[in-house]
């Protein structure tokens, strides 16, 4: 399975960006997958999650301001970021579970696969 990010970079504070996330050896279809960033010196952290049958949770901090959508024919995750802030500067990962989860939450353990990750800066 490969998960291969793209669609990172540099951005000005209230800007938008979206991020992409292609798999292959995998299908997106029906399975569990989610977006998480993490800042050097700093723990990974979730950013949302999305179970393909309109179950999908996102981190306070992002909240109103970040969507995960799909396109399965594909097999892209995506995550659309808008208002985009300094705080949001961080690697972004994509992460894909084995199989299907009915209750989306924020929790590494559920995946399986991880991709190699998308900077993504943010000034003023």
């Known amino acids: 399975v490969g998960l291969v990010e793209s669609g990172g970079g540099s951005v000005q504070v209230g800007g938008s960006l979206t991020l992409s996330c292609a798999a292959s050896?995998?299908?997106?279809?029906?399975?569990?997958m989610g977006w998480f960033r993490q800042v050097l010196g700093k723990e990974r952290e979730a950013v949302g999650t999305?179970?393909?049958?309109?179950?999908?949770i996102y981190a306070d901090s992002v909240q109103g301001r970040f969507a995960i959508s799909r396109d399965n024919s594909k097999n892209t995750l995506y995550l659309r970021m808008n208002n985009l802030k300094p705080e949001d500067t961080a690697t972004y990962y994509c992460?894909?579970?084995?199989?299907?989860?009915?209750?989306?939450?924020?929790?590494?353990?559920?995946?399986?696969?991880w991709g190699q990750g998308t900077k993504v800066t943010v000034s003023s």
């Open positions: 992460a894909a579970a084995r199989g299907a989860r009915l209750l989306s939450r924020l929790l590494q353990e559920d995946f399986d696969y």
């Open positions: 050896g995998y299908t997106t279809k029906g399975k569990y």
């Open positions: 999305n179970n393909d049958y309109g179950g999908e």
